[in-house]
């Protein structure tokens, strides 16, 4: 009997797992940026165009971090993309793991970027961000569609 090839049924269909990873990726960032991020770049913006006052740097600055403005924009700026990268599902890993050395450094150095961000919370939201670095965007994500689109492209027809 000769050998025959299985059938190239595709991609595998998301499985209730990838929805949850899915909700949970969208629920975090939205509670992420919403409570703690969205006031830091409207204080960023107001920084950077108006020579306001920034709370962040006054924080960096009394922790003897240099450039303290320079920091506090360009964290700003990172958080924004990868909080972005997070909900899309690209580079998830990636922008899970720098949000969670970001928390950390939150959490460890007691920064204050809102009212609403307690110990507590740093603790949830690290907990999350290292769950998904550890684990990934599942299937419902772009990192999983680029990979299936470049195993497509390798196969010979």
Do not use: C
Not at 15 to 42: E, K
Not at 132 to 154: K, V
Request: proline content about 7%; glycine content about 8%.
């Amino acid at each position: 009997m000769p050998f025959q090839l299985l059938p190239d049924t595709g991609p595998e269909p998301p499985r209730p797992s990838d929805f949850g990873l899915l909700i949970i990726r969208i629920i975090t960032v939205a509670i992420f940026f919403y409570y703690q991020h969205v006031a830091q770049m409207a204080l960023g913006i107001d920084f950077v165009w108006d020579a306001g006052e920034w709370d962040l740097v006054t924080q960096l600055t009394d922790r003897g971090l240099p450039s303290p403005a320079v920091l506090a924009l360009v964290s700003v700026a990172v958080l924004t993309i990868s909080l972005l990268g997070l909900v899309l599902g690209i580079f998830t890993r990636i922008n899970a793991l720098i949000l969670a050395l970001f928390v950390g450094f939150i959490l460890l150095a007691p920064i204050i970027l809102s009212a609403t961000l307690n110990p507590q919370a740093l603790t949830l939201y690290l907990g999350l961000f290292i769950g998904l670095a550890l684990g990934g965007g599942g299937r419902l994500s772009l990192d999983y569609a680029l990979a299936n689109r470049r195993e497509r492209r390798r196969k010979p027809l």
